[in-house]
């Protein structure tokens, strides 16, 4: 990487530039769970999925001890949704093209990224997290991805998931097909989607899937303080 000398000033005007762009995550909602008929005053925003994805490599690298790099894991898990800073939370049932997102998607992040010094080497870990080319961003990506079956399955405990879809999702052909074979717990619906990203049998993001599945994970007593 380039050395790009700067004087104090212009690191910190960079500096508060890009934490100002990148704290608009915080207010940026999961438009996905109003979808699914999340009945919450207040859902889950971006900022809060990224924090979940990254608590969840720290455990899971804690009692699994890969062979990864787990700074660059967090590293991808913090910058893979930046993009939607710019482009919004898109979900599977926006009807929007693939390749029109992804390539959306490439540009907002270059122009998020356009003024640090570091801005290649970021830009190459959210490729390589879109790719899964690397070691880190296959565990990066099932971390993002049972991220989201452990909050279906915290919403669904809560009671505010329910089988009340929203637009497109009520007819999509998978969820009638699911609901014809009995599974109406949302949550189980998200678990049994994902489980396809863990294929290994002894790969511990399909042991918490399976493990998840049909069973409450939200503890009712209060934890002392």
Known sequence: MAITLKSDD???KTILDY???TNRLKTVVRSGWKAWGVKKERVE????????????AIAIWSETLPEVNLSEV????ALHETEEIVIGDITPFDNAQKQSIKQKGQRAVLEIFKNLIAKDVYFKLIQ???AKSTKEAI???KCDKLECDLQARLYSDE??????????????PKIVAMNKKGITDVADYFILTDRSHFEDKDDIFLKINKYIQGKKILKSKKVDK
């Open 19 to 21: 934490y100002m762009l």
């Open 139 to 141: 565990f990066a990506h």
């Open 45 to 56: 925003s971006v900022a809060e999925h990224i924090y979940g994805t990254c608590m969840l």
């Open 159 to 172: 009671g505010v998931l329910k089988n009340e879809y929203a637009g497109e999702i009520k007819n999509n």
């Open 10 to 12: 212009d690191k910190i």
């Open 74 to 77: 967090l590293t991808m898990l």
């Open 128 to 130: 390589d997290f879109d």
